[in-house]
């Protein structure tokens, strides 16, 4: 079994900055992508960013040039430095490994830590 644990979210004033770290454990013989998404209250779960095992990196239009997204292969881990943050970014963040185990790959959720944005 595979265990991920995010960490990071909080409340923080609009413009401010939040890190968000997702630590895979567990039976786990390899971690190709690692990603983050959101969901706002109300609102279907959507893709903010991912990133691959060789550390190319992917975001969603709405977090482009205010969020990164990197990885440390050697800790499992996977991070989302927020910047410039807006009242929209509000949500539950959750963090997704494509993992590779004994019995094959397949993806686990974190679950999830609340980032809140006040205006």
């Known amino acids: 079994q595979v265990q991920l644990v995010e960490s990071g979210g909080g409340l923080v004033q609009a413009g401010g900055s939040l890190r968000l770290s997702c630590a895979a454990s567990?039976?786990?013989?390899?971690?190709?992508?690692m990603g983050w998404y959101r969901q706002a209250p109300g609102k279907h779960i959507e893709y903010v960013a991912r990133?691959?095992?060789?550390?190319?990196?992917y975001y969603a239009d709405s977090v482009k040039g205010r969020f990164t997204i990197s990885r440390d292969n050697a800790k499992n881990t996977v991070y989302l430095q927020m910047n410039s943050l807006k009242a929209e970014d509000t949500a539950v963040y959750y963090c997704k490994a494509v993992v590779l185990g004994v019995g094959g790959a397949r993806d686990y959720w974190g679950q999830g830590t609340q980032v809140t944005v006040s205006s």
């Open positions: 990133v691959t095992s060789g550390g190319s990196t």
């Open positions: 567990g039976s786990i013989v390899s971690i190709s992508a």
